[in-house]
């Protein structure tokens, strides 16, 4: 991973849904840590996130709250849109990764939602 780190005051885990069998034969999903390889780990990477004032709406009858982010995070090959970020007790999906070119490659900016579901 990148030693660029200059602003990345916060530490985000990035996950991954998986699915297993049980002894049943019935699959199961869960949410792991990704590891890019077997040495590393994506958890506590340094990251900058800066959320917005977020908004609630009606949702099948109910009222619901989603919080919106930019988070910030150093480049490194092979993010999917399918993962999730956790960050300070929220789950953040991620909404799209952008075009790698405007960075330069040194950093991520990924837009994030979160509140309504659990990524």
């Known amino acids: 991973m990148s030693t660029f780190t200059q602003g990345y005051i916060h530490r985000i885990t990035f996950q991954e849904l998986t699915v297993t069998v049980d002894s049943d034969g019935y699959p199961t999903e869960g949410w792991q840590n990704v590891w890019l390889d077997s040495d590393t780990e994506l958890e506590d990477v340094p990251a900058e996130v800066l ?3 977020g908004r609630e709406f009606v949702q ?4 619901q709250a989603d919080v919106v982010a930019r ?3 150093p480049w490194f090959p092979g993010i999917l849109p399918s993962w999730r970020i956790l960050w300070d007790g929220f789950v953040f999906n991620i ?3 952008p075009d790698m070119d405007a960075s330069g490659r040194r950093e991520y900016r990924i837009k ?4 309504v579901n659990d990524g």
């Open 51 to 53: 959320t917005g004032p």
């Open 95 to 97: 909404g799209g990764i």
């Open 112 to 115: 994030c939602t979160a509140g």
């Open 71 to 73: 988070i910030r995070c």
């Open 60 to 63: 099948s009858g109910q009222i």
